[in-house]
């Protein structure tokens, strides 16, 4: 993370014999290229144990990543077509709801980084979390989606936090239990 490694670095790395990662963070490489990263995840034997994967970039550097790079990982890169993965970070990449769709279920992710997603709609990623991640108890949207006001669409904070409740929080989370009287497996007391 946060080195000036070179796109020939990752090129080395793919034709390492012995090399199997659990863990890979690519966040804010300024000298990797679009190319490099896309080429590196595809490579079985390397990233095809990934588990936490974190291609972590930013307002001041954002990832490196191209739109159609990305569709291309998301169809086909070992770690994203398994499913293993328990944490994984895309944001400030150029991810869009049709990414989203084509991603393949994620059963074993814990923790979701969004954020500096710019147009990226809170819908695409409630039908994402409901349909193919149902784990994720960590997501972050720091600067996401316009819903949430950011990059000039002008929502305030109370608009903001309707429009997370309502597409994210109440239709995605479920009560463990319910503890009103009458309920099945619930405690009532008498007088």
């Given at each position: 993370?946060?080195?000036?490694a070179?796109?020939?670095?990752?090129?080395?790395?793919?034709?390492?014999?012995t090399?199997?990662?659990?863990?890979?963070?690519l966040?804010?490489?300024?000298?990797?290229s679009?190319?490099s990263?896309?080429d590196?995840l595809?490579?079985?034997?390397?990233?095809?144990?990934?588990?936490e994967?974190?291609?972590?970039?930013?307002h001041?550097f954002?990832?490196?990543?191209?739109?159609?790079d990305?569709?291309?990982?998301v169809q086909?890169a070992?770690?994203?077509?398994?499913?293993?993965?328990v944490?994984?970070?895309?944001?400030?990449?150029?991810?869009?709801?049709?990414?989203l769709?084509?991603m393949?279920?994620?059963?074993?992710?814990?923790?979701l980084?969004?954020?500096?997603?710019?147009?990226?709609?809170?819908?695409?990623?409630a039908?994402?979390l409901?349909?193919?991640?149902?784990?994720?108890e960590?997501?972050?949207?720091?600067?996401?989606?316009?819903?949430?006001?950011?990059?000039?669409?002008?929502?305030?904070?109370?608009?903001?936090?309707?429009?997370l409740?309502?597409?994210?929080?109440r239709?995605?989370?479920?009560v463990?239990?319910?503890?009103a009287?009458?309920?099945a497996?619930?405690?009532?007391?008498?007088?």
């Open positions: 993370s946060c080195t000036r070179p796109p020939a670095l990752l090129s080395a790395l793919r034709t390492h014999p090399l199997r990662l659990r863990a890979l963070a966040e804010r490489c300024t000298g990797l679009s190319a990263i896309r590196f595809l490579c079985e034997r390397a990233c095809g144990g990934l588990e994967l974190s291609l972590y970039g930013d001041t954002a990832s490196p990543l191209t739109s159609a990305l569709g291309v990982l086909h070992p770690a994203l077509v398994r499913g293993r993965l944490y994984l970070d895309l944001s400030s990449a150029p991810l869009g709801a049709e990414h769709a084509l393949k279920p994620q059963p074993r992710l814990r923790s980084g969004l954020s500096y997603v710019r147009a990226l709609p809170l819908g695409a990623v039908a994402f409901r349909e193919k991640a149902r784990g994720v960590v997501l972050t949207l720091v600067g996401t989606s316009p819903e949430l006001g950011y990059y000039g669409a002008g929502a305030d904070a109370r608009r903001a936090s309707v429009a409740h309502a597409t994210l929080v239709p995605l989370c479920e463990p239990f319910s503890a009287s009458g309920s497996g619930s405690f009532s007391s008498s007088s």
